[in-house]
């Protein structure tokens, strides 16, 4: 099983989009690219539940250590284990949505196709990689594509939004690269030093050394997952980019920091983790609270999602801020579903804004007679983002509840009753924006004779509906599926706590 | 000592370049006249084999009791910089088509050249300190090569004052040296440094020399001036290949003539390097003239590669020289595009590149391909660069310094980005032309993209260089 | 005659020195800073000297190195003259101040 | 108190004064003098130290070549006679202070790092002596720098006629 | 346990409905998808009915006890190896006879719709979301789990969502919707709090094992969450108050009540069946199952009485002014839980003190039939006359002699007039209040009193009074689908107080004998009648009298008809307070100071560099003289300072 295919699938598509000629072959071809990329990923997911059912109980499933530039003790090292084929799984749906939404992307056509395939390929790559160095390597990839979809393709102020973005996500990875050097320079296996995640984990740094890095690690991959207050470049981002680009932002790029923070940050400094685990708690519950508040005040509903983003993401955080397994459980179940739920409210939103021409709730109104598909969507969206149970939202706020709950302290638990506050609060602004948009009369007449949505974009919804209720309705296999892995996490916290 | 076969084998570059300059001579006193396309093309065929032959008969040795030594390294060094040159040479081809002087051009940038490999190879200050004029004095003429152009003799005159000034100090500096040492050798240098104030004031003035060559801050301030003012071919010249000369040289010297002097060097290059950095992204985000803006991204640059040098490791040596590779293909893919616009559309400022990716995709990609790599984005090369050098400086354990480091990373993004959105974004009513392209620069291009998406990616290249350089 | 201490001669070559970058500093009018540098120059030859004689008699190092630098310094000199000359047929002056079109 | 001596005070004293002179005087012409003062100066000392070779390259070459090819170019840009600019106040008492402070900055520096000794080595620099060395391969040998000066002079030289290809007299002064 | 998986249809079968109505509804079924929606209801019905047979009949009783059964159970999340949220279905009296209630309102409601909303335009879409909404009661009534009772709480919470804002086109059910939700979102967040509370002291989220854990007094889980305390108030208490807001929330308790009257913008039947019948009384639901651990706390039991009490004086008190059919009945039916409410609370565990939970349970069941029959009858109103006002209604008897016929009788039966159904419960009820407290049993009979009253002010002023002027075409009474659940829920109203409830439907599961103690019934029937007799005197024929009482009454009328201004009290708090106060700030705040701080970064630095442009001055002197400082510079702080 070897993995290096889930990066060159669609690399290779993005070379073959660039021989292309016209949109239709673009997008047919990208389409096959990707299908085929979707299909592997579920393939991976068989073969995954094999392996362990075969009792290889090893952490990570399908690796390949190659060395790469051997004097730095830099490898290409790659596997997966539950968490990161999760995330996997996420970035096929929400590409495969993402491509089929932008399928009458005329403008430009070939390099927005390619732009978003090498992005999913970065992601791809980010998610596979073992090795802290092809970690930064695919985190970085993954920023100027964006930078280029926003900026050329984008809306509104696009230009600023798209400079905005690069450089809070370049700084944040600034901060990353100096995290990694530090905990590179301070392992020393047998005097050399090493990138490999699976060798750090297993030696014990300082924790004075933790400490000073942990932060730099931390706030690097929060910038990405809308650390308050470093969330800024959310809203502006989402807002202006083009309706694939925000999918693959809110869906995958905010996840690659929830990742980092997770598999490098917490798992990788246990006891920096739990030293400044109330920091992260404080950040995180204001990121919630706060996020909630102002999405309240949102007129635009692209800002009403990318706010709420903040304020979702800020459960991830959370989740791992607490560092109980339930509660990192959550973490990683609010990554997948937020993936999937705010692509397909980005997408709802662009199969509207695509119509009326307007994103602004006070324009819109009533579309839900004359666009009832999309209107349902947009309806379902909300609802799985409000945590209506049945939807993957639900499942996921609840387990991070749920684990945060676990841990005894009375300051945590007032956070996680503050947290679940929200729930309320995005019940106000998800419904606010339902009621003025999609319901009451048709404000404007232009949108009487609307075409309902076409086949792509009933598949796009589908496919991301699916998802989001296989998840609701059934969690328990994509929770089996990451517990085995959020278990290591837990023993390496353990230690940390036993070894104080 | 021998004179015998390695006496030309050990020098086959020197020699190699000198027989190329001598053609040409022979060729310009010669009654025959050439056109100006043959004569190109035969200095272009006449360079790659220069090139190609660089690549073969290493061999480790010293010449001139030790006033030319040379070994692998060395060797490979050089190779870089007559790449270097060769790709200059095939970018210029627009540039010169209709000059009369293109004799004399190539004539001037092989001597400078020649110069360089001297002083690569100079196991002594004498030698140093000639190759270093040999490869600035012929400069200041190809600075003023646009005669009738009012900036080009402004820029020339600019250069040729503070180079000689530099070379003033530097020379008082190796005086003093003589006097407190008593030898001109490097080798020998090292028992006879004692760290005197008088000799720590001496090796400052000497790091003044090099650092005016590679232009650090605060040496640094004929750089723009020049850059902007001189023919993009020579500036592009400037900024790759006579700079990284000088860094070789710099990373050579201070390794084994003043290793004694290990500490007080990484503070001063800490000091220079944060100045650089800082000062040199500070003026390119206000730049307009896309010359002068590379000239002070160019300087941020070095202070990235004084970094990589206070790493003083083999490690950092390796970075180093590997960054300098990089940043060779990086700095010509971008000047030989912006060479081309100059060239033929005679726009040299930022606004005449909006709306670039409208009439020209390809050179725009190739543009934005090269500033990507100059900002160290992945997967091209300059991203691989970047990180090693960075991390040869956190070697040393002083995170400040990586910090201040990364973060003007993220400045210098900026203004780069400036650029990308300008071509890709903005909207322009009489944008550019579309660029009829010779097949000379076009193969320039094509090199410089090549290596900056495979230099990186194929560690091949880092560990071989690796595996020949020597830390302190 | 060596009971002139070198520290002498160096005290000469240094003011020398320091004189030349004076006028380098000040002079307006281009081939004057021309001459400052050939008075840098100077200062230096009659360090190599100097320290030749009085300290490494041994080797003529420093004298060779004079030779050169005086070598270089014509060189030099020709080639910024005539770079002078051209820009005062471009800028019709030789005052450094004028030449100060390329800035910021 | 010998009267070597007193003819070294003498000698660095003209030569002193000469280029401060050189470096301060507003009429160009003047100061091209007392440049040629200063160089001559420079000669004697070198006389004076006993390496004649050395003296006569310096009359030769900064006499006869840059001194006279200074002229050349101060006729060819300069209506003689008239003013220099003024220089500027600012800049100069800056200069002048910065100079100062690091002039006694760096001789304080040369004073205390003290060459004292003096070696009664005899040193002889016959021209011939230096000839050979000049060419020599061997020890001592300079013959690789000499390539490369005469490199860098051909350089240079055409450099010059790109440049000021009108101007007949510079490119003839390079000539030789 | 595999023999009940039958019972797993119950709520199933709903479900699948709605997945088919929903995706495929629109498309292919268009008006048949009533019927398949009415009958899928019918075989639920039919198997809940089989269901309550078996399990009060055949399995339930165990030596006199009814016991709890477990009757399936799988596992949907396994946060640690014995803690996990299983989806179950546990059958006790309360689940089994809800299911009854359930699903055989729904199932009237079902067909009444079929006439009711024939020829709307989302008829499939309307029926999905009944089917969605009998799925998720179902599921609530029959959850084994606390968790598992909380999602199907948000279930039922957003299918009424979407049936009151079914006319999306009219801003004010939409509004209304929303209002409902958030509402009862709020008061969700306190059932989930109490949840985690109660849960994470127990250990556990099954229903059985909790309360087994929570009421043995010397287990530790007990010792460990009756002593912790915060703010000086056990942690228990503290998760029954809050799961109890979430229970006041769904049951429209004060001072959470105001989205229920709202929600009547929903259409009728709709109304009929979860604003009347089935979803409001969840919080009632709620308690009851709580019931043993509710009991052995005092405080919590307290509170439950008093909101409860004091909810049905003040709705009835309220009911009294309003206009609106719809409102008046939402505002009894706030009344009429109250009932139930506070009759929980005076009631303790076990035996005869059991009662008030016994009368509790059967007034539920009672008022389920007679409540939605008021309704069902409303609705044949308004379908009828298309207005829902009474001031413009009147005279209807003749016109439409079925509806005025169950009217009465469930009039009648509200009132609490024997023997209609209405009276044997409430009867318990009052004996409940009466051996606990005399103060509750005051507002009791007060409540009951005004009951009758409103009840009949109602019924006169829409069947008697003056004559009715129609204004447009008047088709018939309405179809014959809508006449039978009419009539069916007539005969039920009649009868039903005669089921033995109390036989089946203990606190402790441990049979009741009831008696009617006529002593007893005698003073509040007398109070009820009297009632009746005021309505008669006000509004038999029309008349100035009401005009003359309220204007003599002045504002406290005024105040009364506008609901005591609790609806504007929220506004203010939600526009002034959270959006105004909290809202806006903090979006200001994001804007300009947390946005702001990152662009000023970046303007700061390029005034830097416009600041130090003169460095490169383009005199190359100058540059001399940086160049020059900086190696002074350098040599001053190496050589001196840096020895």
Redesign the interface.
Known sequence: MTLTLLILIPLLTALAVLLCKGLKQVRTVSLIGITAQFIFSFILLYVYWKGRASGNSSQFLFELNYTWFEPLKIHYHIGIDGISLSMILLTSFVVIAGVLVSWTQEFLNKEFFFLLLFLSAGAYGYFISLDLFTLFFFLELAVIPKFMLIGIWGSGKKEYSAMKLALMLMAGSALVFVGLLGLYFNTSLNGEHSFDLVEISQMHIDAGIQNIFFPFAFIGFGVFSALFPFHTWVPDGHSSAPTAASMFLAGISMKLGGYGCLRVATYLMPDAAHHYSPIIILLSTVAIIYGAFVTMMQKDLKYINAYSSVSHCGFVLLGIGMLTQTSINGAVLQMVSHGLMTALFFAAIGMIYSRTHTRLTKELGGLLKVLPFISTVFVIAGLCSLGLPGFSGFVAEVTVFMGSWENPDIWYRLATILACASIVVTAVYILRAAGTAVMGPITNNHYQHLKDAKWNERLAAGILVTGIVAIGVAPFWLYNLITPDTEYIIQHLGKALTLK | MN?GIDFFILMKQEWAV?IV?FILLFIKVGSKDWTNENILNLVNILLLLNVIAGFFGYKEGI???E??KTNHLIATEKNILSLGTYIIALQSYPWLKNNK?IL?FY??LL??L??MF?MISAGNL??F???L??SS??L???A??D?????A??????F???S???S??L??G???V???T???TLSALPEHLYG???Q??AF??L??GF??KISA???H??T??VY??SPVTVTSYFSVISKGSVIFVFMTVLYTAFKSYAV?WY??LF?LSVLTMV?GN??A??QNNIKRFLAFSSIAQVGFILIGISGAT??GS?SVIYFVLIYTFSNLGAFGVVGLVSAIAGKENMEDYKAFYKTNPMLSWVLAISL?SLAG???TAG?FGK??L??AG??Q?N?LL??IA??N???S??YY??I??AI???SNENPVKKLIIAPSPKLALFICVTGIVLTGLI?YV??YI?SMSIGI | MSEISITHILFVSTALFFIGMYGLFTRRNMITMLMAIELILNSVNINFVAFNKYLYPGKLDGVFFTIFIITIAAAEAALAIAIIINLYRSHHSIDVEDASELKY | MSASVIIFYIISAFILVAALLAVTTRRIFRSAIFLLFTLIGTAALFFWMGVEFIAAVQVIIYVGGIVVLIIFSIFLTQKSGDELPKPLRNRSLFSALALVFSFAFTYHLIYGYGFGQTVHKPFDVKVSEIGLQMLSTKEHGFVLPFEVVSILLLASMVGCIIIAMKIKPVEEKEGK | MSHYSYIAFIPLLPLICFLILGLFGRKYFKTFSGTVGTFSTLISTLLSLYTAYQYFFIEGKVNGIFRNITALKYTWLQFSPNFSIEMGILLDPISVIMIVIVSFISLMVHIFSLGYMKGEERFATYYAFLSLFTFSMLGLVLSSNIFQIYIFWELVGVSSFLLIGYYYENPPAVAASKKAFIVTRFADLGFLIGILMLAFYSGTLDFNTLIERLTSTQSPEFIQISSATFLGVSMLTWGLVLVFIGGAGKSAMFPLHIWLPDAMEGPTPVSALIHAATMVVAGVFLVARLFPVFSIDFTAMQIVTWVGSFSALFAAVIACTQTDIKRVLAFSTISQIGFMMFSLGVSKYGGENGLGYTGSMFHLFTHAFFKSLLFLGAGAVIHFTHSNDIKELGGLRKMMPVTHISFLIACLAIAGIPPFSGFFSKEDILIAAYHSSKLIYGIAVCTSALTAFYMFRLYYSIFWSKDFHNHGPLHGEGTLSMKIPLIILGICTIFAGFVPVSSFVTSDGAPLESHVDLAFSAFPVLMAVTGILLATYLYKTQNNRPQVIASSLGNIYKTVYSKFYVDEIYLFITKKIIFNSIGRPAAWIDKNIVDGLMNFLATTTENISALIKGLQSGKVQNYALYFFGGIVGLAALFIYLLK
Do not use: C, H
């Open positions: 004179m000198m300059l010449l001139f009791n006033m030319f002087n004399e004539i001037l001597s400078t020649l110069g001297f004498l030698m300190y000639l190759g004029e040999l004095i012929p200041a003429a190809l003023n090569f005669l009738d152009k009012r900036k003799s402004e820029a020339a005159f600019k040729i004052i503070s000689a000034f530099s003033g100090l020379l008082f190796i005086s003093l003589y006097g407190t008593g030898t001109l005197s104030p008088l720590i004031f400052i003035l790091i003044s650092g005016f801050v605060p040496f301030l004929w723009a001036d902007e003012g007080t503070n001063i000091i000062i500070l003026f985000i206000r083999q490690a390796a990507f984005i992945p997967p991203f990180f090693f960075l991390m956190a070697g354990g995170y990586i910090t990364a973060l990373m993220v400045v993004l900026y980005l400036k990308v959105k890709f974004m903005d560690s880092y560990n690796f």
